[in-house]
């Protein structure tokens, strides 16, 4: 069985394992305040060329956008989000559960245009009884998309301007960010990323990592006391220098990237193949989820030998659904693929 379901399924880059065993009985410091931690902060300030930004390292992706979206929102506030936005559908109301809401803005292809995050801002400041309702206090989105959508450079810029111009933080959630900057489709870096936005996050869990995020907060206001909010929330790791020795080994020799660069290369391929059968796409994502729209009868036959992720019916009956490669998959899993969909 070759698993396409998601970008997580393996454990980690075999250069991570290797600092982990070398430095299994090395005593540090606890809580993220040892000397790998501090190694891997240098690394990611000179991946985003943000040398002043604080950055703070996280288990997961829902941890890291609660912790967050609840420190830099005041009571009263909520963040704007696309509907389809991870905070809105995936993360079972973590974000509500904070005490903060989620203010979905409706939008075809998962991203959060300009003029729509500034209607939604008009609307509310512009309603003279706006103090009854909840005030939109940052913008969420992620990169790439739900859908593997990206932001465009000027895509960007106008969010931030916008964001800069009402005074709400621009918050981008990373969770693959690798799949997004070496996708052929970007033409951001990670330095328009930090310049851009107020705070981001480097996904680590779905791009090599064994686990962890590495939440970079470039926007000095919302620096102090960041680590309180990071213990309350419970995402203070005793041994924090576990999450320092990933993004060690993910951000040396430009690994990054370059493993997300083939997970991408792979998913292209599978679409070319499913292209060549004139089978039509939900979304056209230019990284490494590709979501093909299959029949029944196509479907039963990939069935075994090949695992996705069902993503939504069809009017017509067929079944959008999901192939992910990742940083680990095998040519030969996708080689095999191909050949399959070529059976159709």
Same mark, same amino acid.
């Given at each position: 069985?070759?698993?396409?379901?998601?970008?997580?399924?393996?454990?980690?880059?075999?250069?991570?394992?290797?600092?982990?065993?070398?430095?299994?009985?090395?005593?540090?410091?606890?809580?993220?305040?040892?000397?790998?931690?501090?190694?891997?902060?240098?690394?990611?300030?000179?991946?985003?060329?943000?040398?002043?930004?604080?950055?703070?390292?996280?288990?997961?992706?829902?941890?890291?956008?609660?912790?967050?979206?609840?420190?830099?929102?005041?009571?009263?506030?909520?963040?704007?989000?696309?509907?389809?936005?991870?905070?809105?559908?995936?993360?079972?109301? #973590?974000?509500?559960?904070? @005490?903060? $809401?989620?203010? /979905? !803005?409706?939008?075809?292809?998962?991203?959060?245009?300009?003029? *729509? +995050?500034?209607?939604?801002?008009?609307?509310?400041?512009?309603?003279?009884?706006?103090?009854?309702?909840?005030?939109?206090?940052?913008?969420?989105?992620?990169?790439?998309?739900?859908?593997?959508?990206?932001?465009?450079?000027?895509?960007?810029?106008?969010?931030?301007?916008?964001?800069?111009?009402?005074?709400?933080?621009?918050?981008?959630?990373?969770?693959?960010?690798?799949?997004?900057?070496?996708?052929?489709?970007?033409?951001?870096?990670?330095?328009?990323?930090?310049?851009?936005?107020? #705070?981001?996050?480097?996904? @680590?869990? $779905?791009?090599? /990592? !064994?686990?962890?995020?590495?939440?970079?907060?470039?926007?000095? *206001? +919302?620096?102090?006391?960041?680590?309180?909010?990071?213990?309350?929330?419970?995402?203070?790791?005793?041994?924090?220098?576990?999450?320092?020795?990933?993004?060690?080994?993910?951000?040396?020799?430009?690994?990054?990237?370059?493993?997300?660069?083939?997970?991408?290369?792979?998913?292209?391929?599978?679409?070319?193949?499913?292209?060549?059968?004139?089978?039509?796409?939900?979304?056209?994502?230019?990284?490494?989820?590709?979501?093909?729209?299959?029949?029944?009868?196509?479907?039963?036959?990939?069935?075994?030998?090949?695992?996705?992720?069902?993503?939504?019916?069809?009017?017509?009956?067929?079944?959008?659904?999901?192939?992910?490669?990742?940083?680990?998959?095998?040519?030969?899993?996708?080689?095999?693929?191909?050949?399959?969909?070529?059976?159709?």
């Amino acid at each position: 069985m070759y698993r396409f379901t998601c970008d997580y399924e393996e454990g980690c880059l075999p250069e991570i394992l290797r600092l982990m065993e070398q430095t299994n009985y090395v005593q540090t410091p606890g809580y993220g305040m040892d000397e790998y931690c501090e190694k891997a902060r240098g690394l990611i300030r000179n991946f985003c060329d943000a040398p002043e930004a604080d950055v703070h390292f996280m288990v997961g992706g829902t941890q890291a956008n609660l912790t967050a979206i609840s420190a830099f929102l005041r009571p009263w506030q909520g963040v704007l989000s696309a509907a389809t936005g991870h905070i809105n559908v995936h993360e079972t109301g #973590a974000i509500e559960a904070t @005490g903060h $809401k989620v203010l /979905a !803005l409706e939008s075809p292809d998962g991203k959060v245009s300009a003029k *729509a +995050l500034k209607a939604a801002l008009d609307a509310h400041f512009g309603d003279p009884h706006s103090e009854h309702t909840v005030q939109p206090g940052m913008l969420y989105i992620s990169y790439p998309t739900e859908s593997g959508q990206l932001y465009s450079l000027s895509e960007l810029t106008e969010l931030s301007k916008v964001c800069r111009k009402a005074g709400i933080p621009l918050y981008l959630d990373g969770a693959r960010l690798s799949y997004g900057l070496t996708s052929d489709a970007c033409d951001l870096t990670a330095k328009d990323i930090a310049r851009l936005c107020d #705070a981001f996050y480097l996904g @680590g869990t $779905k791009c090599g /990592a !064994l686990f962890g995020e590495a939440l970079v907060i470039t926007n000095e *206001a +919302l620096k102090k006391d960041f680590r309180y909010m990071i213990k309350q929330r419970g995402g203070m790791l005793a041994k924090g220098r576990m999450l320092g020795l990933q993004f060690i080994g993910l951000m040396e020799e430009g690994r990054y990237l370059s493993a997300a660069q083939k997970a991408n290369r792979q998913a292209l391929a599978i679409r070319a193949a499913l292209e060549e059968k004139g089978i039509s796409f939900l979304i056209p994502s230019p990284t490494n989820q590709q979501f093909p729209i299959l029949t029944d009868k196509q479907l039963a036959a990939l069935a075994p030998h090949f695992s996705w992720d069902f993503w939504e019916k069809m009017p017509d009956g067929r079944n959008a659904v999901r192939f992910c490669t990742s940083w680990a998959t095998k040519d030969e899993a996708v080689e095999a693929l191909v050949a399959a969909v070529q059976k159709l």
